[in-house]
């Protein structure tokens, strides 16, 4: 089972838009799209920062490059 995480960008700490939770576990989303799909090309595609809530299970999706992931101790 992966680890616990914590999340900010840049000075704000990332909490769970559903319980408020700090802790996630982390992944990396491809964004694909049918075309890209259809045409053999979703390596393409863009890519996302997933958090999902350790407490909850909701997944949240960044785009932004910019989110840092801490370990942290549970």
């Known amino acids: 089972?992966?680890?616990p995480v914590r999340a900010a960008w840049g000075?704000?700490?990332i909490t769970c838009q559903f319980c408020e939770g700090d802790l996630f576990r982390v992944r990396n989303?491809?964004?694909n799209s049918s075309g890209?799909?259809?045409?053999k090309l979703a390596w393409a595609d863009e890519s996302a920062t997933g958090l999902i809530c350790w407490g909850c299970g909701y997944v949240h999706l960044f785009v932004n490059k910019d989110i840092k992931v801490y370990r942290a101790d549970k």
Do not use: N, P, R
């Open 36 to 39: 890209m799909e259809f045409m």
């Open 1 to 3: 089972m992966a680890k």
């Open 11 to 13: 000075e704000v700490w």
């Open 29 to 31: 989303v491809m964004l």
